[in-house]
Structures are given as C-alpha cells and as structure tokens.
C-alpha cells in the first residue's frame, strides 16, 4: 500500500467516533489499532443494522467469515542484510490444495529469493511454519494484470478445503486479514501475532464487487486495508474464495473529492496443482 494514500485515508477518518459517542482517537492521527478498532466496529454495525441486515437476512457472512477463517494465515518475509535487526514484509494467504499451497499477494513473495526465511502462520495458532516459493505472477501493467504468489507449505496444514468461486457484480464479499499483522483475540481484542502470543483470528472487511474484469471492489463495512493485508482472501456467500487482494486505488473526481475502490486477483487465473 502506498504510504501517502494510507496517510490521507487514516487522515479522513480522524473524526471517526465509536458506538457510544466516545471518540476512538484524541490525537491528529489514529493509530492503526484505533483505525482497526473503528473498523471493526462498522462490520458490527452492518450485522446489527435493520437496513442492512435485509442484504444479508441468513448472516451468511457471519458464517463464512467464521469458518474460512481457519485457512487464512498471516504471511512474513524476512530479509538478513549485515548487523541490525532483520527487515520483514508481511502479507496475508489463504491456504489452497488440501493443506499443501499458500496464495497471496504476488508483490508480497516478488524479492522472496532474496530473503532468508518465508513463513506463515494459520490462524488461531502460536506457531510459525516455513514454505518455499512455487510461483509469482506480479504484473500490474499489462491488459491481463494479475499479483499472485505461491507457496509450498513444508508439512501440509490440516485446514477446511477451500473451492474458487467466479466474482459476481453486485455480490457481497466478506475479506479476511491480518493488517500490520495485527489479528483479533478470543476475546475481540486487537493484538499483534508474536511468537508467544495469543492465537489469533483475521479481521473482517465486507465488500461489494464492483466490477469483475478487472475485479475491483468496494469497501461496504470494515477498515480500508493497511500494509499487510495485500494477499487478503475475499469469500463469497457460498464460502469459496473469489480474489486475493493487491492494491487499494484511488480515483479524482476533482480536486476536492476521491473514491477508492479494491484491486483484487481472481484466483481462476492461479495455475493448476501439477503444473506447479
């Protein structure tokens, strides 16, 4: 994600208030904890509302978010170079192929040769687990841009069979993620994953398909992605996964006035098990 789009986004959302009444963030910028937390709070409120409630009567969602949860993971890249601390990108996947694959971003693994060690966590788990890079398929540029990685899980993950379904303009999609690695406790506290630290659930987003070719959709309830939910997983109704998100774009109206919408992957574009 770009820094200055991330900035103006955390920048709009300021004046942001919680249920209640009381103001999530006293400062001139919330912190991505008060931006998460805000966040949250509108998925709650989608569930909660009567209005909205009537497009989603069976919390299909709710339940989709709830059991696919189980084969997302939080992504970390680590890079060694000479003294100091190591420098890391992390990324969010969705665990694929009975247990075996990891997708996400294709810009996320991009450098990935380049690192030392490439490992995911699953969630609700305390423990890191290596993968090799199979494949990366990063091209923003050309007609058919695609951003998608892939990743050999050394000792498959027991995880709920995940289907690829085919985007639908107007669906609603519920995305799971661990921005800035950050995920959500037992308890439905905010908290970043650590090697001794709680087990941890995504976070929900819900969102709306835009448009299909290229895929591309809109933020309905939840927090606009920050750095590390690229890879994210979107799930339709029907629990199969339809896209992994890439970027988070901006489009002027005029000088005084921006949308933003999602970039998103179809996973049909993904290669065939053995041809990897």
């Given at each position: 994600m770009r820094a200055i789009l991330l900035s103006a986004v955390l920048a709009a959302l300021c004046a942001c208030r919680g249920d209640g009444g009381t103001s999530i963030a006293g400062a001139s910028l919330l912190t991505p904890f008060d931006y998460l937390a805000t966040g949250l709070d509108g998925?709650?409120?989608?569930?909660?509302?009567?209005?909205?409630?009537?497009?989603?009567?069976?919390?299909?969602?709710?339940?989709?978010?709830?059991?696919s949860s189980a084969a997302v993971v939080r992504v970390e890249v680590r890079r060694y170079s000479g003294a100091g601390r190591p420098s890391r990108t992390l990324a969010t996947g969705v665990v694929l192929d009975g247990g075996r694959t990891t997708a996400t971003a294709g810009h996320a693994l991009s450098n990935a040769q380049d690192a030392d060690r490439v490992r995911v966590r699953p969630s609700g788990r305390t423990e890191d687990m290596d993968v090799a890079v199979t494949e990366v398929r990063f091209e923003r540029l050309s007609i058919d841009s695609v951003d998608l990685g892939f990743a050999e899980l050394a000792t498959p993950v027991d995880v709920p069979v995940v289907e690829i379904g085919v985007p639908e303009v107007g669906a609603l999609l519920v995305g799971l993620s661990f921005p800035e690695g950050i995920g959500v406790t037992d308890s439905g506290s905010l908290q970043h994953a650590r090697p001794d630290g709680a087990p941890l659930q995504p976070i929900p987003v819900i969102v709306e398909v835009l448009s299909v070719e290229p895929l591309r959709l809109g933020l309905v309830a939840g927090s606009m992605p920050l750095r590390g939910a690229s890879g994210s997983p979107f799930f339709d109704r029907d629990g199969r996964c339809v896209g992994i998100l890439s970027s988070v774009e901006a489009t002027y109206a005029n000088?005084?006035?921006?949308s933003f919408s999602i970039a998103a992957s179809p996973l049909r574009s993904r290669p065939a098990p053995d041809a990897r």
């Amino acid at each position: 994600m770009r820094a200055i789009l991330l900035s103006a986004v955390l920048a709009a959302l300021c004046a942001c208030r919680g249920d209640g009444g009381t103001s999530i963030a006293g400062a001139s910028l919330l912190t991505p904890f008060d931006y998460l937390a805000t966040g949250l709070d509108g998925v709650r409120r989608f569930h909660g509302d009567g209005a909205a409630g009537a497009r989603d009567p069976d919390r299909r969602l709710d339940e989709v978010a709830s059991t696919s949860s189980a084969a997302v993971v939080r992504v970390e890249v680590r890079r060694y170079s000479g003294a100091g601390r190591p420098s890391r990108t992390l990324a969010t996947g969705v665990v694929l192929d009975g247990g075996r694959t990891t997708a996400t971003a294709g810009h996320a693994l991009s450098n990935a040769q380049d690192a030392d060690r490439v490992r995911v966590r699953p969630s609700g788990r305390t423990e890191d687990m290596d993968v090799a890079v199979t494949e990366v398929r990063f091209e923003r540029l050309s007609i058919d841009s695609v951003d998608l990685g892939f990743a050999e899980l050394a000792t498959p993950v027991d995880v709920p069979v995940v289907e690829i379904g085919v985007p639908e303009v107007g669906a609603l999609l519920v995305g799971l993620s661990f921005p800035e690695g950050i995920g959500v406790t037992d308890s439905g506290s905010l908290q970043h994953a650590r090697p001794d630290g709680a087990p941890l659930q995504p976070i929900p987003v819900i969102v709306e398909v835009l448009s299909v070719e290229p895929l591309r959709l809109g933020l309905v309830a939840g927090s606009m992605p920050l750095r590390g939910a690229s890879g994210s997983p979107f799930f339709d109704r029907d629990g199969r996964c339809v896209g992994i998100l890439s970027s988070v774009e901006a489009t002027y109206a005029n000088d005084e006035s921006s949308s933003f919408s999602i970039a998103a992957s179809p996973l049909r574009s993904r290669p065939a098990p053995d041809a990897r």
